[in-house]
């Protein structure tokens, strides 16, 4: 019998919700390159490794967009919309109407609950998340989201979510209002218990198991000796819990142990995975991140927070399916980073450091000389972005077109500089939807980060292994060392290691294939065939 269109639909309907799980947890591992994986992460015997080996593992994913920081690699993620569409240019860009930086998780309707603290919520994103799509088509779905930063746990959860929750210090996890009213008694209790034996404890950070890491070195960075070594004192036991201490904690492995308990306790108090739907967490580990910032990412301390948070994280998932047995996980990442380039260089690799406000002071110099003016022609930049300043422009002076012209012109004439674009240019074109995410130039990968109002006028791109930052270590740079991240599907599917070059904004429409949705957007992402 052959059926009709709408027989075949409501059927494929009916098999997909008899095969959805109860929970899908999507985890993204802040600072976690793809390289971090094959060198360190996939022979690992918890759950790093294991999700590698048992996995539909895609070895070649990129993100595809040239700004490659926290706040747009995690816009990606769940939205299937690269920077351009979901307007996360950067972790902040300069608002032009209000005269200062906006961050991306600023939001005037979003008051934090139990500390104090910026508004946050999801104001800034122009696009619906995988847990909207669900909540649209699913009945009984939730969506939640647990994260170290505001603006992984907000940009992964999107507008609406049963739950969207993030570290915040002194007071340990908080949401804001624009998710909810006040926050849940289990949280509570958990942050109490939490703050209570974090100040009552003596803790040091040594390594789990001191084989195989790399022998401790000192560097002369940014004008400082700075050794790189464990085991690293913390706290001392009843000392105050102040800034220092959370700067320490948040650069050390305890850090996702209190995000991964944070999950815990609201899976156990939501009973995750255990009504008649689908339920799904999003969830930001995020102390990669600031040990890559702090350390680097090829000394012992990177190497130990990877030990540590394969143990943890395979004790997390072995939970989890024992109460879920149809678990699904997604493994992936916000972006990767290159070692600092100290260290880089004793090993033979061109590295090098820009002040982004010393280079723009510069910059703005050789325009002034080259065009004349009283006056700056762009603001004070701490980035890759430059926004004209209006006071520049007078009658009788230079165009915008002609200023921006010899913009890009004395940009690529200074030898840090790979690409210089105009917004103008960028906004001229786009890009192409089937050329693959490793043959990207460094103006496609500018213009997928672009968004008309909140990038900057003249968008950069330093030369590869040059970090521009004032840390130690960092990345936000459209290098294959910051875009190439593990994606991992993990559940009903074949394990197997893919080649093919794929993007993490497939990840969203492929997890709502098979779930049995579709995206309730345009998405730029494709859906990967996963095989079962």
């Not at 060198?39 to 595809?64: C, I, M, N, Q, V």
């Not at 991306?104 to 500390?115: E, H, M, R, W």
């Not at 490793?438 to 672009?450: I, P, Q, V």
């Amino acid at each position: 019998m052959r059926l009709t269109p709408f027989l075949a639909t409501l059927l494929a309907a009916t098999l997909s919700a008899a095969a959805r799980p109860r929970l899908v947890v999507v985890i993204s591992v802040d600072q976690f390159s793809a390289d971090l994986m094959a060198r360190w992460g996939k022979d690992l015997p918890g759950g790093l490794g294991r999700l590698y080996r048992e996995g539909s593992t895609f070895l070649d994913a990129y993100h595809d967009h040239g700004y490659t920081e926290t706040g747009p690699g995690h816009s990606v993620l769940l939205t299937g919309r690269h920077p351009m569409h979901t307007g996360i240019t950067e972790n902040a860009w300069w608002d032009r109407a209000a005269g200062h930086y906006t961050y991306c998780a600023d939001d005037p309707a979003g008051t934090l609950l139990g500390v104090q603290g910026t508004p946050a919520g999801p104001a800034n994103l122009d696009a619906t998340t995988l847990g909207e799509w669900l909540a649209a088509q699913v009945k009984g779905s939730r969506s939640f989201a647990v994260s170290g930063k505001d603006r992984s746990a907000i940009l992964m959860a999107g507008h609406r979510a049963q739950g969207v929750y993030w570290f915040a210090g002194a007071g340990g996890f908080t949401s804001s209002e624009a998710y909810a009213r006040t926050l849940p008694g289990w949280l509570v209790g958990y942050n109490t218990a939490f703050l209570a034996r974090t100040a009552s404890e003596e803790l040091t950070w040594g390594a789990l198991d001191p084989h195989g890491l790399p022998e401790p070195a000192t560097y002369l960075i940014n004008g400082q000796a700075l050794t790189m070594a464990l085991p690293r004192p913390l706290h001392a036991a009843g000392a105050p819990l102040d800034k220092a201490f959370w700067n320490r904690y948040r650069s050390s492995p305890f850090f996702d142990e209190a995000i991964l308990g944070a999950a815990e306790a609201l899976a156990t108090a939501e009973h995750l995975g255990e009504g008649p739907s689908v339920d799904l967490l999003a969830l930001g580990m995020a102390a990669t991140d600031f040990v890559g910032h702090t350390f680097g990412n090829s000394g012992p301390e990177m190497l130990d927070n990877l030990r540590r948070l394969d143990r943890n994280l395979g004790t997390y998932l072995d939970r989890l399916k024992a109460k879920v047995p149809d678990l699904w996980v997604v493994l992936t990442a916000d972006h990767g980073a290159a070692d600092f380039p100290e260290r880089s260089r004793a090993l033979g690799i061109p590295s090098g450091r820009v002040d982004a406000k010393a280079w723009a002071s510069s910059f703005n110099r050789e325009l002034t000389r080259k065009l004349g003016g009283a006056h700056a022609w762009f603001l004070p930049s701490y980035g890759q972005q430059l926004y004209l300043d209006p006071a520049a422009f007078v009658p009788g002076g230079p165009s915008r077109a002609q200023v921006l012209a010899a913009a890009v012109a004395v940009a690529k004439a200074t030898p840090e500089v790979a690409e210089a674009c105009s917004g103008d240019a960028l906004a001229a074109f786009e890009p192409d939807p089937n050329e693959t995410p490793d043959h990207r130039s460094l103006a496609t990968k500018l213009r997928l980060s672009y968004v008309p109002g909140r990038s900057g006028d003249l968008l950069l791109a330093f030369k590869p292994y040059y970090y521009v930052g004032s840390g130690v270590a960092g990345h936000g740079h459209p290098y294959d060392y910051d875009r190439r991240v593990p994606l991992i599907f993990w559940g009903p599917w074949r394990a197997e290691r893919r080649t093919e070059p794929v993007r993490t904004v497939d990840l969203a429409p492929t997890l709502a294939k098979e779930l049995g949705i579709k995206p309730t957007d345009t998405v730029d992402g494709r859906v990967l065939v996963l095989k079962r």
